[in-house]
């Protein structure tokens, strides 16, 4: 039975303590958390302990799930690791670049289990491509949401297109080549709203515009690729695949095309989405990692890698910023 504790018990706690509750071969031990109203909250309906000894509460666990403020996710994780706990923590994966890179150092000396919570790693309509070589050459992807005062904490960056940038980093095979990046801050004092530009070394081109100050909610990734297009709605849970109809593509409706280099068969595909939890998914999937002794699938690499080139795009906004 794996012991777990939990640090942070605000809106996304909640939401992992009722799955972490789900999932068999756990328990919860307790929780800390500073704020009251969220702490009776989590007693009255939860009834777990509170601990008030942030390391007493590490002493006593197998697992530390990390769901604070960023500025803190460090401190905690660091106590964990010290002590030979398995930590998954929420993205990013810490405040600095200097704190992820000392983290991933530490996981390593110490031998323990670490995954970070880019969750649209488990959203079913990214999962449903898994069997699908995917090996795209341009992505585009929007990220809108309405504004919400929590997570505002960290820029549109870190707060919601470092999803994407998790996903695409997954996706390409190459090492980033350049970045360019204009964003502007309108709700807050960091940028709200932000448009990039990633080039590969393999001839990749990624567009990402992320906003936390729209009116209407959207996550989409449209991949292109050769002979081949994807859309993933990542909000509505549906896959679209438009390729040139293959011998093995059966029951997909298709259609015949002229073309410069004579008639083509185009076949549209629609991949069975399974109606998945991803965060509890994405635990569950951690609790494999440890007690099998299997790689994580968002290990504290993925999470530094993604923090890294978010600090790079925030680092050509600010430079843009300065120059004008």
């Known amino acids: 039975m794996l012991k777990v504790g939990i640090f942070g018990v605000g809106h996304l706690g909640k939401f992992h303590i009722t799955n972490w509750k789900e999932i068999e071969g756990v328990k919860i031990i307790g929780f800390f958390d500073p704020n009251n109203d969220n702490a009776n909250e989590v007693i009255h309906t939860h009834g777990l302990k509170r601990f008030s000894d942030e390391e007493k509460l590490i002493e006593a666990c197998d697992v530390i799930d990390v769901i604070t403020p960023t500025d803190l996710h460090y401190e905690v994780c660091m106590m964990a690791i010290r002590k030979g706990k398995h930590v998954f923590v929420e993205k990013p994966l810490a405040h600095t670049l200097q704190e992820g890179k000392d983290l991933v150092n530490m996981v390593r000396e110490a031998g323990v289990k670490m995954q970070v919570g880019h969750v649209e790693r488990f959203n079913p309509a990214y999962l449903a491509l898994k069997e699908m070589n995917l090996n795209p050459m341009f992505i585009e992807v929007h ?26 980093l997954s996706l390409v095979k190459s090492d980033v080549k350049s970045i360019s990046a204009s964003g502007v801050a309108v709700m807050t004092d960091t940028p ?16 990402l515009t992320s906003s936390r100050i729209s009116m209407k909610k959207m996550r989409k990734v449209r991949l292109f690729q050769k002979d081949a297009y994807i859309g993933i709605d990542l909000l509505e849970k549906k896959t679209e695949i438009i390729k040139l109809k293959q011998p093995e593509d ?17 076949a549209i595909a629609n991949p069975s989405i399974e109606p998945l939890n991803a965060i509890k998914l994405e635990l569950t999937s951690f609790v494999d990692a440890i007690v099998n002794n299997k790689p994580t699938v968002v290990s504290e690499i993925d999470g530094y890698l993604a923090m890294e080139v978010a600090h790079k795009i925030l680092d050509k906004i600010n430079n843009t910023s300065i120059l004008q």
């Open 192 to 207: 709200d709203i932000a448009n990039v530009r990633i080039e590969f070394n393999n001839g990749c081109v990624a567009n």
């Open 250 to 266: 059966v029951d997909v409706f298709s259609f015949d095309i002229d073309t410069p280099n004579g008639k083509k068969t185009i």
């Open 143 to 168: 990220r809108l949401a309405q504004f919400n005062p929590r997570g505002t904490e960290v820029s549109v960056i870190l707060d919601l297109m470092i999803h994407d940038i998790d996903i695409i």
